[in-house]
């Protein structure tokens, strides 16, 4: 029959593919010829490297936390010596406390993600410490969705971390994410609509620098007979000249000579453009909303939320640097007392490992 074939199709068995990566974040292309990309690289690209108000809230959250001095302790006494602190005030060859922690929040705010590599040393603790770049790693789940490994994938090479042995090598530290179960939200996802109109608007302020900081003008042209159109050879000779010798800021203030039938009309600014300073300030306002820290501790004007300088500042401790400090050292002590208790046999343990496992806590928040 003529509909047989279908027939034949239903009874096939369905082909079932699963990535090597098993990704789960979906980007969405809606926007795309509008707005900026929000992939991880993209939005550091854009947001940090390329933004000045992304740029200095990020450093000033991460430079700020990892200032913050951290102690050992557990719930009968405060460590001064243990391995755990040796190992986080030097972490690694090339790093130091401050160094790492400020990269570990630093990536956090950029990508929502951390990922911190564990060596293993000749005893219970782990020898070094590193952090590993979060746009390079891809997340294996398993079939219960739990990750299974972790895949650092660089220059056309793969490394993978096996999750599934006595020892976890990586300890993943993520932000909330309201629709992933794997990967965490960055702050510069919720701003990337107020990243993309603060950099339209510097590139306006830039053109309108390089046309000498003036609105552009109308040329008019009125011929001997009446007749209000340029021949082709003239108008692109007029346009040439204009380009050449009445454009850029080293052509700012030259007269401008017309032959005849010629008239140049300024124009003045237009109350869009009167807006666009308060546009620009309006979207850095929201950035840095979005990352938590005051405006007015980055230099926006027009901001009076806080009474004074010094009260921003108590906020942006209480609610931004504490509660990032605090999330980063639960996630390592829990993970380093795991991973130090497998990395030795039982009978090698000391008795710090036995008891209790000490944590790590900002001397702020825990003294």
């Given at each position: 029959m003529v509909f047989d074939f279908l027939r034949r199709a239903e009874k096939a068995a369905p082909e079932q593919k699963a990535s090597a990566t098993g990704r789960v974040v979906a980007f969405g292309t809606s926007g795309r010829t509008v707005w900026s990309a929000r992939d991880t690289l993209s939005l550091t690209k854009n947001g940090f490297q390329g933004n000045p108000v992304g740029f200095r809230v990020v450093k000033l959250i991460s430079e700020t936390a990892a200032a913050l001095p951290l102690v050992l302790q557990d719930a009968a006494r405060r460590y001064e010596t243990h391995p755990v602190l040796d190992l986080i005030r030097r972490p690694n060859p090339a790093q130091g406390r401050a160094d790492l922690f400020e990269a570990i929040y630093a990536q956090l705010l950029l990508s929502g993600n951390?990922?911190?590599?564990?060596?293993?040393?000749?005893?219970?603790?782990?020898?070094?410490?590193?952090?590993?770049?979060?746009?390079?790693?891809?997340?294996?789940?398993?079939?219960?969705?739990?990750?299974?490994?972790?895949?650092?994938t660089v220059g056309g090479r793969r490394h993978r971390f096996d999750m599934t042995g006595p020892?976890?090598?990586?300890?993943?530290?993520?932000?909330?994410?309201?629709?992933?179960?794997?990967y965490g939200l960055s702050p510069l996802q919720a701003a990337a609509v107020a990243l993309d109109v603060h950099s339209a608007a510097s590139a306006w302020?830039?053109?309108?620098?390089?046309?000498?900081?003036?609105?552009?003008?109308?040329?008019?042209?009125?011929?001997?007979?009446?007749?209000?159109?340029?021949?082709?050879?003239?108008?692109?000779?007029?346009?040439?000249?204009?380009?050449?010798?009445?454009?850029?800021?080293?052509?700012?203030?030259?007269?401008?000579?017309?032959?005849?039938?010629?008239?140049?009309?300024?124009?003045?600014?237009?109350?869009?453009?009167?807006?666009?300073?308060?546009?620009?300030?309006?979207?850095?306002?929201?950035?840095a909303i979005a990352f938590g820290v005051p405006p007015m501790l980055i230099g926006i004007p027009g901001d009076a939320t806080y009474a004074n300088y010094q009260?921003?500042?108590?906020?942006?401790?209480?609610?931004?640097?504490?509660?990032?400090?605090?999330?980063?050292?639960?996630?390592?002590?829990?993970?380093?007392?795991?991973?130090?208790?497998?990395?030795?046999?039982?009978?090698?343990?000391?008795?710090?490992?036995?008891?209790c496992p000490p944590v790590l806590v900002s001397a702020r928040k825990g003294g």
């Open positions: 951390a990922y911190l590599e564990a060596v293993p040393g000749i005893d219970a603790v782990p020898g070094e410490l590193h952090l590993l770049r979060s746009d390079r790693m891809s997340l294996v789940p398993g079939p219960d969705g739990w990750p299974v490994a972790y895949d650092y020892v976890q090598p990586v300890c993943h530290i993520r932000s909330y994410h309201p629709q992933d179960d794997h302020s830039k053109a309108l620098l390089d046309n000498a900081a003036r609105p552009s003008g109308a040329i008019i042209y009125k011929g001997p007979d009446g007749q209000a159109t340029l021949s082709a050879d003239q108008y692109d000779r007029l346009v040439s000249e204009i380009e050449a010798n009445h454009q850029g800021a080293r052509n700012a203030g030259r007269p401008m000579l017309l032959e005849g039938g010629l008239d140049w009309k300024p124009m003045g600014f237009s109350p869009s453009d009167m807006e666009f300073q308060k546009t620009k300030e309006a979207a850095a306002r929201e950035i009260e921003a500042n108590r906020a942006f401790y209480r609610l931004t640097v504490l509660p990032l400090v605090g999330k980063v050292t639960a996630a390592i002590s829990h993970w380093l007392p795991e991973i130090s208790s497998r990395m030795v046999s039982r009978e090698g343990l000391n008795s710090v490992s036995r008891s």
